[in-house]
């Protein structure tokens, strides 16, 4: 089961880049834009890249699971109406996935967020403002 709505999964669908925050040994944070995809299988956000086993980001979630992903842009200046989802939760740093992607620029190690809670604004214009809830837990393999 999909922890998204279909309007979240419409947007996250179109976009390609995101921002992932996570927390470094010391407690200092970091952010990098990242791609991604959702993994419809598992319920979870997928995150790949070059050498990824190697860097920070995945080094951070190896000591702090917790992390922040938000994906946003600008649907319109005239009038100003800013898209965007920020999916808080656990991530788990996979070493050669074998599900994960296995070409060009991607190594084959992935790093999947399971949601414990999402939100939203911008997407669906029958709900204005921020919408806000808690993802029930479901495991990750």
Do not use: C
Not at 18 to 31: E, I, K, S
Not at 59 to 72: G, H, K, Y
Not at 89 to 97: F, I, K, L, P, W
Not at 103 to 131: A, K, N
């Amino acid at each position: 089961m999909s922890p998204f709505t279909e309007a979240e999964h419409a947007y996250l669908a179109t976009q390609r880049l995101g921002r992932l925050a996570t927390v470094d040994r010391a407690g200092r944070p970091q952010n990098n834009p990242v791609g991604f995809w959702i993994n419809e299988e598992l319920g979870t956000i997928d995150i790949g890249g070059r050498d990824l086993a190697n860097s920070r980001k995945f080094a951070n979630i190896e000591n702090n699971p917790q992390v922040s992903f938000v994906v946003d842009d600008l649907a319109s200046v005239q009038p100003w109406r800013v898209r965007a989802v920020e999916i808080r939760g656990e991530a788990q740093a996979v070493r050669a996935a074998p599900d994960g992607p296995q070409s060009g620029h991607f190594s084959g190690d992935v790093i999947r967020i399971r949601p414990t809670r999402i939100l939203s604004w911008g997407l669906d214009p029958e709900r204005p403002g921020m919408q806000k809830r808690n993802v029930a837990r479901n495991p990750v393999t």
